[in-house]
């Protein structure tokens, strides 16, 4: 029920501390969250994947995490230097619904904030969950090493629980992924993400 | 004639966990007083979200209990044990637990500071703060409630946490909570055994 209750918390500190309060507060929990959750490291992306499938890494607390291992990013000497994974569903889609049978309609704070985010932030957001999201595996990537490199994660794009899609050129352009690649992969996925070797010289960098 | 039951997905732990780190950030800022206050109006927000309800008698009040198709039913379980005692087998916040304590580590202390500052204020029934708002919800959803054309009121008789903590009144009020409920002392007592939480439900 925390879950359900806690966009009555977000409409009240929307009026405290405005939506843009709202979004540095989400960020700052997602800094926390994945400052306690260790370092991790790994010998290459072979076990680091088989870690993700298994669900022992630190992005499988957000749930069944898929590794594509069919869509590597290579870089300019075609070694692989990191992986698109993908979430079947959105961590909210049972919040939402949850709030859809409990109390009728999701709160318009859910929406202020997602606004907010993709207006002044970066627009990927189609929950106010995206925020404290996006953050979070940013700070956890970091603190995860394969084969000795850090790594960094862009999320590329998400579905929403409406339908709507978001899809981050910005991101796309980091890892040199056609956007209807990633358009493909939201039939089956509600949330794709890159996690790439940090310092990796990629195919068109200059 | 009643829609087919679709039932209540259960939450992400993910976002429980999220909402456990929302709140301890919050408490840094606003102490452990004002937590207990977010956490009591969180409460009582969600509770005055939801639709009213009314029953004929009390025994389809407790068909609905029973059936999750109550207010009261709506985030846990709920067996009658009685007419006016409730149980709830596990609590709606066992599974958001279980995965803080496995992928971050330990339970903030803030969680059970705010529980000690509920229970030295309003009622000694809480052993973390999440029983704060389930405690004040539960309160706040009974008053939503008429059956037979009255409102029905909530007491908590005892709860218990995963690591076994428990919490209730102390004796001399415990006791004729016992009787309204219609339970013994070595009924809770056996009751605690595998239950998360005993609570009375009676017409006010």
């Given at each position: 029920?925390?879950?359900?209750?806690?966009?009555?918390?977000?409409?009240?500190?929307?009026e405290?501390?405005?939506?843009?309060?709202?979004?540095?507060?989400?960020?700052?929990?997602?800094?926390?969250?994945a400052?306690?959750?260790?370092?991790e490291?790994?010998?290459?992306?072979?076990?680091?994947?088989?870690?993700?499938?298994?669900?022992?890494?630190?992005?499988?607390?957000?749930?069944?995490?898929?590794?594509?291992t069919?869509?590597?990013?290579?870089?300019?000497?075609?070694?692989?230097?990191?992986?698109?994974?993908?979430?079947?569903?959105?961590?909210?889609?049972?919040?939402?619904?949850?709030?859809?049978?409990?109390?009728?309609?999701m709160?318009?704070?859910?929406?202020?904030?997602?606004?907010?985010?993709?207006e002044?932030?970066?627009?990927?957001?189609?929950?106010?969950?995206?925020?404290?999201?996006?953050?979070?595996?940013?700070?956890?990537?970091?603190?995860?090493?394969?084969?000795?490199?850090?790594?960094?994660?862009?999320?590329?794009?998400?579905?929403?629980?409406?339908?709507?899609?978001?899809?981050?050129?910005?991101?796309?352009?980091?890892?040199n992924?056609?956007?209807e690649?990633?358009?493909?992969?939201?039939?089956?996925?509600?949330c794709?993400?890159?996690?790439?070797?940090?310092?990796?010289?990629?195919?068109?960098?200059? | 004639?009643?829609?087919?039951?679709?039932?209540?997905?259960?939450?992400?732990?993910?976002?429980?966990?999220?909402?456990?780190?929302?709140?301890?950030?919050?408490?840094?800022?606003?102490g452990?007083?004002?937590?207990?206050?977010?956490l009591?109006s969180?409460?009582?927000?969600?509770?005055?979200?939801?639709?009213?309800?009314?029953?004929?008698?009390?025994?389809?009040?407790l068909?609905?209990?029973?059936?999750?198709?109550?207010?009261?039913?709506?985030?846990?379980?709920?067996?009658?044990?009685?007419?006016?005692?409730m149980?709830?087998?596990?609590s709606?916040?066992?599974?958001g637990?279980?995965?803080?304590?496995k992928?971050?580590?330990?339970?903030?202390?803030?969680?059970?500071?705010?529980?000690?500052?509920?229970?030295?204020k309003?009622r000694?029934?809480?052993?973390?703060?999440?029983?704060?708002v389930?405690?004040?919800?539960?309160?706040?959803?009974?008053?939503?409630?008429?059956?037979?054309?009255?409102?029905?009121?909530?007491?908590?008789?005892?709860?218990?946490?995963?690591?076994?903590?428990?919490?209730?009144?102390?004796?001399?009020?415990?006791?004729?909570?016992?009787?309204?409920?219609g339970?013994?002392?070595?009924?809770?007592?056996?009751?605690?055994?595998?239950?998360a939480?005993?609570?009375?439900?009676?017409?006010?």
């Open positions: 029920m925390l879950d359900v209750a806690l966009a009555s918390l977000i409409e009240d500190m929307i405290k501390a405005g939506a843009d309060g709202v979004v540095e507060f989400w960020q700052r929990v997602g800094d926390k969250l400052g306690r959750m260790g370092k490291a790994y010998l290459g992306w072979t076990s680091f994947n088989v870690a993700v499938r298994e669900g022992r890494t630190a992005f499988s607390i957000e749930g069944e995490v898929a590794p594509l069919d869509m590597a990013i290579t870089d300019i000497d075609s070694d692989v230097v990191g992986y698109l994974y993908a979430m079947r569903q959105c961590c909210y889609e049972p919040t939402i619904l949850r709030t859809r049978y409990s109390v009728g309609q709160s318009p704070a859910d929406r202020t904030v997602c606004e907010e985010y993709n002044n932030v970066h627009n990927i957001a189609v929950c106010n969950f995206c925020v404290f999201h996006e953050r979070f595996r940013e700070e956890i990537a970091r603190n995860i090493t394969v084969s000795g490199n850090s790594l960094a994660c862009h999320l590329l794009a998400t579905r929403g629980w409406a339908g709507e899609t978001k899809i981050s050129a910005q991101n796309l352009a980091k890892i992924i056609n956007e690649h990633v358009r493909a992969l939201l039939r089956n996925y509600e794709v993400y890159a996690l790439v070797m940090r310092g990796a010289r990629l195919k068109g960098d200059g | 004639m009643m829609p087919p039951d679709v039932g209540m997905p259960d939450a992400n732990p993910f976002v429980e966990i999220a909402t456990h780190l929302f709140l301890e950030d919050l408490a840094a800022k606003v452990v007083g004002g937590l207990n206050n977010y009591v969180l409460a009582r927000n969600l509770a005055s979200a939801m639709p009213e309800e009314e029953y004929a008698t009390w025994a389809e009040f068909e609905a209990l029973r059936s999750g198709r109550s207010i009261l039913s709506t985030f846990e379980e709920v067996r009658p044990v009685t007419d006016r005692c149980v709830t087998p596990r709606p916040f066992e599974r637990w279980r995965e803080y304590a992928r971050v580590g330990s339970f903030a202390p803030v969680h059970m500071e705010s529980a000690e500052h509920y229970n030295a309003v000694p029934a809480a052993v973390t703060s999440l029983h704060i389930m405690h004040t919800f539960r309160e706040a959803a009974s008053a939503r409630v008429r059956v037979g054309g009255k409102t029905i009121r909530y007491e908590p008789l005892a709860t218990v946490w995963v690591d076994g903590e428990k919490r209730s009144p102390p004796e001399d009020r415990l006791a004729p909570l016992l009787k309204r409920a339970i013994s002392r070595t009924k809770l007592g056996m009751l605690l055994r595998n239950h939480e005993v609570w009375l439900l009676e017409p006010f």
